[in-house]
């Protein structure tokens, strides 16, 4: 018997609050296993070995002060990164795209990054988790 | 031997504003371009299939009274049917999130740019050519990656005998047995990128009698029609006559060449136009 794997996800984002909330809605029923951190430098660090169903990323981290940081990432996991935008801004969103990246901007409510890392799985695997 | 990463670069433009179009034109030098035109879709996509590009620059919505038109982001699906390299950019006055990602992602655009970009960011102009030049010089190399039907061969197969071949690669009194297996190996490793590149100009014939396959197809490259003929084991002796051509050709066989045992030669067929080319495969 095959035992379905549970998707692991990295959640990279400064704001504590939030990513509990995000780790807590997407791990509720073991449906996805996340580990979240608050740097880019401990995101690359944790994402050596391609461990990673999705990295999901906000947009301040991943243009901020260590891009070549991010498109290391980026080089490694190309479409199964999601980066996050606290605000809505088309010029992010194309730079994200024309990497091989997904963008999303931020939900107000936590339980709706559920929807997009579906979605994004499903864009990166082809199939529906 | 002028190869199109000698020539300048092929830029296709597409917009359906006429002001535009022109701008987009007047915005790249000349000098460094050789640029065309297309005000619609099927306008564009008649030039793409007539010759290849190294840029398509393709305006988002290419029906200005119609709010959901992007047709300019479909062109990249013709693009990318094509597989010859060339790289496209998207200009657009009616930017959006799901646009880009559907022309970027989607559809492998080089750039999606906004033709009134925002605050901050350098100007329109500048933007657009920076991006030309730097598609131009990937599509380049992706280029010379690809060897496209009726230019690699017929520039090397300049005659029609193996020593035709031979004098194109090799200096004069060095050919030899050796020469005649480097031939060999060239022609196999250019005939077989050929074959999906073949099938993908979408008209082809493929003919096999005993020996002989006959390939006849567009060559977007030379914006001429070619004819590649492989033979499929030893002795090409004599091409078939094509019925729709006015000539038959002879190859002459070189008793010293005898165990070749596969080649390719093929021709390219001046004069044609892709009009006619298209009609005379319609009627197949």
């Known amino acids: 018997m095959i035992t379905k794997r549970v998707p692991r996800i990295l959640l990279v984002d400064s704001e504590a609050k939030w990513s509990q909330a995000v780790k807590a809605a997407l791990e509720e029923r073991g449906k996805y296993q996340v580990e979240s951190v608050t740097d880019i430098e401990t995101a690359v660090h944790s994402s050596y070995g391609d461990s990673f169903d999705l990295i999901l990323i906000n947009a301040v981290l991943a243009f901020g002060e260590d891009i070549p940081k991010f498109k290391e990432i980026v080089r490694r996991y190309t479409d199964r990164v999601l980066v996050i935008s606290d605000v809505r801004s088309l010029s992010t969103a194309i730079r994200v795209f024309k990497m091989g990246a997904d963008y999303a901007e931020k939900p107000f409510e936590p339980r709706r990054v559920i929807e997009l890392v579906a979605s994004s799985l499903q864009q990166a695997y082809g199939t529906a988790s | ?284």
């Open chain 2, 1 to 284: 031997m002028g190869t199109l990463s000698q020539e300048r670069p092929r830029v296709l433009i597409v917009d359906d504003q006429p002001n535009w179009r022109e701008a987009l034109c007047v915005v790249l030098d000349p000098t460094r371009y050789q640029i065309e035109t297309a005000a619609n879709y099927d306008e564009a996509k008649h030039r793409l299939q007539q010759r290849a590009f190294h840029v398509l620059v393709a305006d988002q919505r290419l029906v200005d009274s119609d709010e959901s038109n992007r047709e300019g982001i479909l062109l990249l699906d013709e693009v990318n049917g094509l597989q010859d390299g060339t790289q496209a950019i998207i200009v657009t006055g009616y930017p959006s999130i799901d646009a880009a990602k559907d022309a970027l992602k989607g559809r492998a655009a080089y750039d999606y740019i906004r033709k009134w970009p925002e605050k901050g960011e350098p100007p329109f102009d500048i933007q657009y050519r920076e991006r030309v030049k730097e598609a131009a010089e990937k599509a380049g190399l992706e280029r010379r990656k690809a060897i496209t039907l009726g230019f690699s061969l017929s520039m090397l197969i300049n005659g029609l005998t193996y020593e035709g071949i031979a004098e194109n690669l090799f200096p004069a009194g060095t050919m030899s047995c050796d020469v005649v297996e480097g031939i060999r190996k060239v022609v196999n490793r250019l005939f077989y990128p050929l074959q999906p590149l073949a099938r993908q100009v979408g008209k082809v014939w493929l003919s096999v009698s005993d020996q002989i396959c006959e390939i006849l197809c567009w060559s977007r490259e030379y914006s001429k029609a070619a004819l590649l003929m492989i033979g499929k084991e030893q002795g090409l002796l004599e091409a078939r006559k094509v019925p729709w051509l006015k000539e038959s050709w002879r190859l002459i066989k070189d008793e010293q060449f005898v165990s070749v045992p596969i080649v390719g030669i093929s021709y390219t067929i001046d004069g044609m136009e892709f009009e006619d080319f298209a009609a005379l495969v319609e009627e197949d």
